[in-house]
């Protein structure tokens, strides 16, 4: 388990000290009261992105879960950019020039395998969709890996009985 905090926030300090294994991202939030602080935002979002990204890509997580904060929303970001899980029930859920990004990047993320072609995927080609769809399964995790064991414990012992993580929301 990894969490990600703010680059200089209390949480540098307080979940080492509990034996939480920490990344940080140079993070900040609008500043209502000083307005002209905010002039910055526009090299620091993004760069936060970035942050998050190199986050995911590093601890390839199982599971991401925002607690909220301002450190959630890049490296929540940052896994949905990586979530081929979500891209692939995008799929037949956009069409058109939408379909196409949607396609483009799951395959950067997992290549499709060989007789699954672009033309079929955009097509909705039930045949190749299913050949992808193994190849893509592997990349999804499961509820027997130590991540999501860790996490259901916390959830079940820290917030009452759920049943199950999969289709909840």
């Known amino acids: 388990m990894l969490l990600v905090g703010r680059k200089g926030g209390p949480e540098v300090r307080l979940v080492p000290a509990e034996g939480f294994d920490l990344a940080t991202v140079n993070?900040?939030?609008?500043?209502?009261?000083?307005?002209?602080?905010?002039?910055?935002?526009?090299?620091?979002?993004?760069?936060?992105?970035?942050?998050?990204?190199?986050i995911v890509d590093r601890f390839k997580p199982d599971v991401v879960l925002g607690m909220g904060g301002y450190v959630m929303a890049p490296a929540v970001a940052a896994a949905r950019m990586r979530d081929t899980y979500t891209l692939w029930n995008l799929l037949p859920r956009v069409d058109g020039d939408n379909r196409v990004l949607v396609y483009e990047r799951m395959a950067a993320l997992v290549p499709p395998p060989d007789g699954v072609t672009r033309e079929g995927v955009l097509a909705l080609n039930q045949q190749m969709l299913d050949v992808w769809k193994l190849k893509l399964e592997s990349?999804?995790?499961?509820?027997?890996?130590?991540?999501?064991?860790?996490?259901?414990?916390?959830?079940?012992?820290?917030?009452?009985?759920?049943?199950?993580?999969q289709g909840k929301r």
């Open 27 to 54: 993070v900040r939030g609008l500043d209502r009261d000083a307005l002209w602080k905010n002039l910055a935002l526009p090299v620091v979002v993004p760069a936060a992105l970035g942050g998050g990204l190199r």
């Open 139 to 165: 990349s999804w995790g499961n509820n027997s890996s130590p991540t999501m064991k860790s996490l259901k414990k916390i959830w079940t012992t820290g917030l009452g009985e759920i049943n199950g993580l």
